[in-house]
């Protein structure tokens, strides 16, 4: 990750994004499912609370975004089906991950959770990949660039601001949240991000024993 900016930014003040009708297939990691998530990220959005134009991630759908498989009409639902059986069988061998919560990430137009140890749910990554490049002809994209950096966003940046009252509000260090994964979904966001309309399609469960 890039230094701690100074200054926050829109995130949405020149991104281009699905319209009404229109929507954008992921593969995440839901940890909205995980109620001890939920409580950290709780935690950490009221400590946010008297700070304006910042727009919360909905508990429900706290996630590690995995990777973009691309716009939805250009995947099918038999494709959506068949690219979570293959990562099925990928994943079927590997134990549940165990993962901790706690260091917090400032980007220039969102606030984040980081995950440690950073490389322990790149298995996931390559199933994923596997499975949409079998079906798409395409591996997909990584949603932050080249290299992945897993993470869970609590909160956007909807204008442009300093970050030091953030900053100041949350430090760098937030109490540990530990949390095993055992699953990736497929997900389909119908319109616009901001609308957080999600429809779970499929999930490869990691089915190994340790």
């Known amino acids: 990750m890039s230094p701690m900016p100074t200054q926050l930014r829109n995130r949405w003040e ?46 429900r ?6 990777l973009v498989v691309g716009a939805l009409d250009e995947v099918s639902r038999e494709q959506m089906e068949e690219m979570t059986r293959i990562a099925s069988e990928k994943l079927a061998s590997t134990a549940p991950i165990p993962v901790t919560l706690g260091r917090v990430i400032y980007h220039p137009e969102a606030v984040m959770l980081g995950i440690r140890p950073e490389a322990a749910l790149n298995p996931i990554l390559e199933a994923t990949q596997e499975a949409t ?8 994209e990584i949603n932050s660039g080249a290299t992945w950096t897993p993470h869970m966003t609590l909160c956007y940046s909807e204008s442009d601001q300093p970050a030091a009252p953030i900053v100041a509000a949350l430090g760098k260090e937030l ?3 530990d949390v095993t994964i055992d699953r990736v979904n497929l997900v389909v966001q119908h319109g616009p991000e901001r609308l957080w309309d999600w429809e779970p399609v499929g999930a490869a469960e990691l089915r190994g024993t340790r």
């Open 175 to 177: 109490p540990r949240c």
């Open 133 to 140: 490049r079998a079906v798409m002809g395409k591996e997909g």
């Open 14 to 59: 020149n991104r281009s994004e699905p319209a009404v009708g229109q929507g954008t297939v992921y593969w995440h990691m839901l940890l909205g499912r995980y109620p001890e998530v939920q409580e950290a990220a709780e935690a950490a959005q009221k400590r946010l609370s008297g700070i304006s134009g910042l727009h919360l991630t909905p508990l």
């Open 61 to 66: 759908w706290l996630h590690m975004t995995t």
